[in-house]
């Protein structure tokens, strides 16, 4: 089996006491010596929270942008100036204008730099809609197709199309896929495609059904009760040996996933280093 390791370098929580919190989401994985940053985070803190775990960016092969939140991609320039050069893989969408609109409360929440900024700061955009494979057995996937019937996204969440605001398809949403040879890993940013989408696809572009863990950003905080309920029956019938789950997944989730799925959830703040090895296959 293929071992994947996982750091969270940047999370809403932080496990004590050295480490700092954010809302934003930055986790570093390494599979086959080779590593790949999904996401980066608000700012300085992933960066910060990388050099306290002793995690050097040099090196990492592509950075991977989940969506275009600021949550996951404003410290991209930060993660450059550590990374060096570097290849960022993201869907065109990703770089458009996002907000949050609710009432009369309209917020910018899209990436707050502007692309030839990026460029000039060391990021070579390689943008896809479709999945791009990264190295054998490990994918980003691109464009999640929506096909459950209990995942419909955020109405909440806007993207400016001609000058009006619409409810964003959030096409940009993606995650990374690793095929252990035992089983899928999915790593999840924001799941605003919907987390069991996004496992659905996962099982799609790479032809292998066990989902062995999934980990990252599940959005179950805000999505409502059937769809928490929902997506706990599924994931009880997709039986993975980890589920690491934090950011938008939210406390009163991740403490239904707990008493749910017993020691095999994980409530994966900043700080945590996750390997997932034979050790999971009992
Ligand atoms: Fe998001
Ligand atoms: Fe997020």
């Known amino acids: 089996m293929r071992e994947v390791r996982i750091w969270v370098l940047s999370d809403n929580t932080a496990a004590p006491p050295v480490f ?18 999904l996401d980066t985070g608000q700012g300085e803190v992933a960066v910060r929270n990388a050099e306290r775990m002793g995690v050097d960016l040099r090196g990492v092969e592509a950075i991977i942008l989940s969506h275009g939140h600021y949550d996951h991609t404003a410290g991209l320039p930060q993660a450059l100036r550590r990374t060096g050069p570097c290849r960022v893989i993201c869907h065109p969408a990703a770089l458009h204008a996002k907000y949050y609109q609710l009432g009369e409360i309209r917020r910018h929440i899209g990436i707050p730099w502007r692309r030839d900024y990026l460029v000039a ?8 809609t479709g999945p791009t494979l990264l190295a054998e057995g490990v994918w980003v996937t691109g464009e999640i197709p929506r096909r459950t019937d209990y995942e419909p996204g955020d109405p909440n969440l806007k993207c400016e199309v001609d000058g009006v605001l619409e409810v964003d ?35 799609e572009i ?3 059904e066990r ?5 990252g950003g599940s959005h179950l905080a805000f999505l409502g009760r059937e769809q928490l309920l929902r997506t706990i029956e599924e994931l009880r019938a997709m ?8 950011h938008c997944t939210g406390q009163a989730a991740a403490l239904e996933l707990a008493t749910t799925f ?5 409530f994966n703040q900043t700080g945590t280093c996750l390997t997932l090895d034979a050790s999971l296959l009992g």
Not at 169 to 186: I, M, N, R, S
Not at 239 to 246: G, I, M, V, Y
Not at 262 to 266: A, M, S
Request: hydrophobic share 50%; net charge negative.
């Open 121 to 128: 700061n060391g990021a070579a955009f390689g943008e896809s």
């Open 169 to 203: 398809p959030l096409l940009d949403d993606q995650a990374v896929v690793v095929d252990t040879g035992e089983g899928l890993v999915v790593v999840l940013g924001c799941a605003h495609a919907g987390a069991m989408n996004t496992c659905l696809y996962a099982r």
């Open 239 to 246: 039986d993975p040996a980890r589920l690491a789950f934090s």
């Open 20 to 37: 700092l919190a954010e809302h934003g989401l930055s986790l570093l994985l390494e599979v086959e010596g080779k590593r790949y940053l």
């Open 262 to 266: 017993g020691d095999r959830f994980i």
């Open 211 to 215: 989902i062995l863990a999934v980990v």
């Open 206 to 208: 790479s032809g292998v």
